[in-house]
C-alpha cells in the first residue's frame, strides 16, 4: 500500500502561478512512477505530468502545460512536486497525485485531490 498526501493548490489569478507538493508513505520502494492528474466539472480525469522514479526521472507533460508546468521528484523526501506557471482559466480543476506501482501489472494509487481554481 501506497499513501499519497497532497498540499498546495488554492484560488489564483490568470497568469499566475501555483505549486502542488505530494509525499508518498507505505510501500515507497514498489512506486516505479509518480505525476498529477487532474478532473475538471463534467470530465475524465486527465494526465497533466508524469515522472519516472525508478529510472532516469523521465517526464512527460500534456499538450496543453507543456513550456508552463514542470515536474520534479525529491527521492529523498519520497515527494514530487509540480510547479505551475501562466495558468489560465482552463487549467481550473481538482488536481490529483497519482502512484504507479508494480512490476508485471501496474495499480495506481491515488491522493485525496487538492482544488486549483484560475480567475480570469
Known amino acids: 500500500q501506497v499513501q499519497l498526501v497532497e498540499s498546495g493548490g488554492g484560488l489564483v489569478q490568470a497568469g499566475g502561478s501555483l505549486r502542488l507538493s505530494c509525499a508518498a508513505s507505505?510501500?515507497?520502494?514498489?512506486?516505479?512512477?509518480m505525476g498529477w492528474y487532474r478532473q475538471a466539472p463534467g470530465k475524465q480525469r486527465e494526465l497533466v505530468a508524469g515522472?519516472?522514479?525508478?529510472?532516469?526521472?523521465?517526464?512527460n507533460y500534456a499538450d496543453s502545460v507543456k513550456g508552463r508546468f514542470t515536474i520534479s521528484r525529491d527521492n529523498a523526501k519520497n515527494a514530487v512536486s509540480l510547479q505551475m506557471n501562466s495558468l489560465k482559466p482552463e487549467d481550473t480543476a481538482v488536481y490529483y497525485c497519482n502512484a504507479k506501482v508494480g512490476v508485471l501489472r501496474t495499480y495506481d494509487f491515488w491522493g485525496q485531490g487538492t482544488q486549483v481554481t484560475v480567475s480570469s
Open positions: 507505505g510501500n515507497i520502494f514498489s512506486i516505479n512512477a
Open positions: 515522472i519516472t522514479i525508478t529510472s532516469g526521472g523521465t517526464t
